[in-house]
């Protein structure tokens, strides 16, 4: 009875060491969310069943947090970036963009009721009390990056980014400080891009 005791307690402990080196591994990425799907890659884990069990046995024990249905997290989910948030669930190519960035550098006034984003589906949501819309648009755009920059992890447009993608979507959208956008590198990003240079009509006297 001794010896099954000290079994069962080396058990334990390679149990407590598994789990150490699978969360140190995934700490060394510098991510703070992700998909069952890339945990199970990661962790070398190839049973649904083994990877679910896994999971629910780390979030009941705090050491991971369930965001929603295949989605977790290494923070808790109060402490997330709601961009990088979304950006994560939709899992696969996609920045912020349009009328989030041209609030938050104050070319419109109204804020947006959500989060947008460009990828490469179009798609509404809400997660942890944050609203997502994400508008679809071509590989051959969504895979251009000028103008892409990198703000606090998440893939982000710049304001002439953010202005010629709204307007690729929305010539008539308006636009409310218009001192505030160099439209000579709005110019560019559309040349660079490929978008149509009439979606710039309505502002032909701003540019």
């Not at 104050?106 to 509404?124: D, E, K, L």
Request: one cysteine or more; glycine letters at 6%.
């Amino acid at each position: 009875m001794k010896n099954k005791g000290l079994l069962i307690k080396k058990g334990k402990a390679r149990l407590r060491e598994s789990a150490g080196e699978r969360f140190s591994r995934i700490a060394s990425m510098n991510e703070q969310i992700f998909h069952a799907s890339d945990l199970a890659h990661i962790w070398n884990i190839h049973n649904p069943s083994t990877l679910h069990m896994t999971l629910a046995r780390y979030a009941s024990g705090g050491l991971i947090h369930r965001i929603q249905k295949g989605l977790y997290a290494i923070k808790k989910p109060t402490d997330l970036n709601p961009y990088l948030l979304g950006i994560k669930a939709l899992h696969g190519p996609a920045y912020i963009s349009c009328e989030t960035v041209l609030f938050d550098n104050g070319i419109i006034n109204q804020p947006p009721r959500f989060i947008s984003m460009v990828s490469g589906t179009s798609r509404r949501f809400s997660l942890l009390g944050n609203e997502y819309h994400s508008r679809t648009l071509s590989d051959a755009f969504l895979f251009n990056d000028a103008g892409i920059e990198i703000h606090n992890g998440v893939r982000t447009a710049s304001v002439p980014r953010a202005v010629a993608d709204t307007l690729y979507f929305n010539p008539k959208k308006h636009l409310d400080v218009l001192p505030l956008i160099q439209w000579s590198a709005v110019r560019n990003i559309i040349r660079v891009i490929g978008y149509p240079t009439h979606i710039l009509k309505n502002y032909a006297d701003a540019t």
